[in-house]
């Protein structure tokens, strides 16, 4: 099929956007109550920030095997099967009688959305037109944005009014309605002899771009500050008695939003130091407002603040990677840049819970707060080796 001659909204397009922002959904109606829900279990502080957290860890290490698997199995029937056992896992959540089975399912719908994202990607990437993959690869992204807009509150909401077991219940219905949307599509053939060949030789050099690697760690700390915000936020607002805290994470989703519609044009504009140092200053902040915030209005301030670190911060750093290696390792540059994502979403909430126990929630988002100031040291360390290896090698 030429994909040349193909509409951008085609049925299949439409049908998979669908299930990516119903997934996306599932997920940010969650995310804030895991460790609240864990808490109501019988788990400290410690244990209840290691349940969120195992959840990104589960995906991380899936993520460099379903790649070879997409390309060897049938990509619908992958994505399928991923999705069926994130509905098992939302299932489980509701059921479970004990922090074991908690982190047993909290681990297979790790292992299943890890999967499901690099599978959703994959199908979304041979339909869409080769001229204009970038347009729909960014509508398409736009459903995750829609769903941390209105996914934590209505969580909440709903959690707050029904019960977190009609809750898990609920975005158990709704995945499986993606599943009945997945049947719909057509299957996908597994890839030519040649990519199957390429996909076997399993090594560091096809999972991991080393000359990423530090750019993937500074965008992993502006994940840790999501992990350890998304995680205990709720419960930071219990315990200061302050009312509506779900508004944070819509005023920060609709920035975010803004943010990257916007940066795409300033990033080409304007040098990478100074974004990247900009926006670790304003995350930086963002965690000191919400370490010492007694009230709402400061809580929304640092929600602002830390959507607009994250929004310029998180694309400039990936579009980096993506400069820096020759096209045919574009895609392992993009790997590597979300493997320090994931790594900084899963460590953030067990971090975050051990120092939240020893210090208090104060003590781990101020902590939060100097690894970004950290992290504005090691950036600009690197960038200037960067500069002297660029200079020496031209003899200046």
Known sequence: MNKDNQRLFSLTYILLTCINLMTALGYSMIATIISPYAVTLGAGLTLAGTLSGIFSLSALVIRPFSGMALDILDKRNICLLSTLLMGVSFAGY?????????????????????????AI????????????????IGYFGLGQIVAQIIGPNAGIAIKGHFGYQFLFFLIAGLTLLSVGLLLLIKRVKPGTEKVLKEKKTFSRKNILAKECLVYALVG???SLGNGVTTSFLVLVGEER??????IFFTV?????LVMRLLMGRVIDRIGLGIIVNISL???AVSMFFLGISQGLLLFLAAGVLKAAGQG??????????????EPARVGIATSTYFIGADIGQGLGPVLGGRISEAFSYRGMYLGTAVLMLAGILVFNLYQGRNRRLVSEAAGI
Do not use: D, W, Y
């Open 252 to 256: 920060n989703a609709v920035v975010l």
């Open 281 to 283: 200053a304003l995350t």
């Open 121 to 136: 990607l994959v199908l979304i990437s041979e339909v869409l037109p080769e001229k204009r993959l970038g347009e729909g």
């Open 220 to 222: 992993g700390l502006f």
């Open 94 to 118: 509701a059921i479970a009688p004990n922090i074991a089975v908690m982190l047993f399912f909290r681990i297979l719908h790790g292992i299943a959305f890890g999967i499901n994202g690099t």
């Open 312 to 325: 310029g911060g998180q694309i400039s750093l990936q579009s980096a990677c993506i400069r820096k290696v």
């Open 241 to 246: 008695n302050i009312s509506g805290i779900g």
